[in-house]
């Protein structure tokens, strides 16, 4: 059975988690510490050698970490990543931008303020994510003034991989009310059949204020 490594608070152990839910693929999950320092050890650096969360242990023995990777395989076969050779690339585009201009931004931005870090971070920093966060969003809310779903009207992994952090960017600061269309997006997803709506925060984990060595 394939194994999820997942911390809970992490958005991107979330796009993994929504996906195996909705494409219904048996799993076992083992939660790794990362505050205390699990992800760092030799154990789990055999698996993800960065020390980070998400990854999944195969059948078979082999090993795959970075979220949208993880999508893009497990959703293989699936009605959740498209035949097409073009619209393949295009949810692989959207997913190269979610890490880029999504998760480097919003996610940075969401952690630091949930975990008491953010007055800790250099203005000019905080002042330039903030700034990427918004450039995501506007192109977001753009396309999606336009389509359902990013590629070609349909729900695919590209819109579970944006949607992770996308729609918690008020956690980060960032007034999601300004972007209309990316809010009816929001909407669309939430209503997809086995939706999994519970986001973890990170106050449920005592060692979440400390910073990741
Ligand atoms: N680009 C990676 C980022 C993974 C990542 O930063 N995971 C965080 C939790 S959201 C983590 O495990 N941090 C601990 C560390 O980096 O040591 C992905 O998409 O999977």
Redesign the pocket.
């Known amino acids: 059975m394939l194994t999820l490594y997942d911390?809970l608070p992490?958005?991107?152990?979330y796009k993994v988690r929504l996906l195996l839910s909705q494409a219904q693929i048996p799993h076992r999950t083992r939660l790794v510490s990362?505050f205390e320092g699990a992800?760092?050890a030799p154990e789990y650096r055999a698996i993800n050698p960065?020390?980070?969360?998400?990854a999944v242990r195969l059948d078979d023995g082999r090993v795959l970490?970075?979220?949208?990777a993880i999508l893009a395989y497990l959703a293989e076969g699936t009605a959740y990543l498209p035949e097409d050779r073009f619209l393949r690339a295009k949810v692989a585009q959207w997913m190269s931008f979610e890490?880029d201009y999504v998760?480097n931004t919003i996610?940075s931005l969401r952690?630091w303020a949930l975990t008491g870090k953010l007055e800790q971070r250099p203005a000019e920093l905080v002042a330039m994510k903030r700034a990427g966060a918004r450039r995501a969003l506007d192109v977001l809310d753009a396309h999606l003034a336009a389509t359902p779903f990013l590629v070609d009207g349909a729900y695919s992994v590209a819109d579970i991989a944006v949607f992770a952090y996308a729609h918690l960017a008020d956690e980060a600061g960032i007034e999601l009310s300004r972007y209309p269309a990316l809010i009816a997006w929001v909407g669309r997803i939430r209503s997809q059949p086995r939706f999994l709506g519970q986001v973890f925060p990170y106050s449920i984990d005592p060692h979440a204020s400390g910073e990741?060595s």
Request: net charge neutral.
């Open positions: 911390y992490s958005q991107n152990g990362i992800g760092r960065t020390g980070a969360v998400p970490s970075e979220s949208n890490i998760q996610g952690y990741l």
